[in-house]
């Protein structure tokens, strides 16, 4: 799906498709300006998504079978400005409850050359911070799980109850 963003004059156009962005690796243009029918300024999928641009933290829409990267995409009261707000990334997408890592890129360009004027990214922190919580959590439980199994390893090594002669055994 295309949308279009015309400037007040008529003469600047933006435009955004989802289906060229099927992966952050393809390198087909996503977001591109184009003045007086002239191709200014073309930007691929990576450009916007600084991080965690991977389909694993993207939503999937079943439209065409692929991801949706951006999130708004219009023009300020003048028409001078395009806003652009990638969609907020999440763990687990396909999960009941995925969760909601909270990074969301927020973007205003000029629509005459489609040079970024602004940039903010909110919730950097938040990924970091399930990262670090996954690395103590796996350097906590990981001696507890090994120590767990070495008792059971030694425990069932261990002879339980009297001992039993084998030559008593064999005798008539």
């Not at 009941?96 to 205003?108: H, S």
Request: positive net charge.
């Amino acid at each position: 799906m295309t949308r279009r963003r015309w400037s007040r004059c008529g003469k600047s156009i933006g435009t955004t498709t989802n289906s060229t962005c099927c992966t952050p690796t393809t390198f087909g243009s996503a977001l591109t300006f184009y003045d007086q029918g002239r191709l200014v300024r073309s930007y691929n999928c990576a450009d916007p998504l600084t991080g965690l641009g991977h389909d694993l933290f993207l939503p999937l829409t079943s439209a065409c079978w692929h991801t949706q990267w951006y999130d708004d995409f219009s023009l300020n009261s003048e028409r001078t400005r395009l806003n652009l707000s990638t969609k907020r990334r999440s763990f687990l997408n396909g999960a009941r409850r995925p969760i909601d890592l909270e990074w969301q890129e927020f973007y205003t360009f000029d629509i005459a050359s489609g040079a970024i004027v602004e940039q903010r990214i909110v919730g950097r922190w938040r990924a970091w911070a399930y990262a670090i919580m996954a690395l103590l959590l796996q350097l906590v439980l990981t001696p507890v799980a090994l120590r767990v199994l070495w008792r059971r390893r030694n425990a069932s090594s261990r002879r339980r109850g009297f001992s039993v002669d084998a030559a008593t055994l064999s005798a008539p």
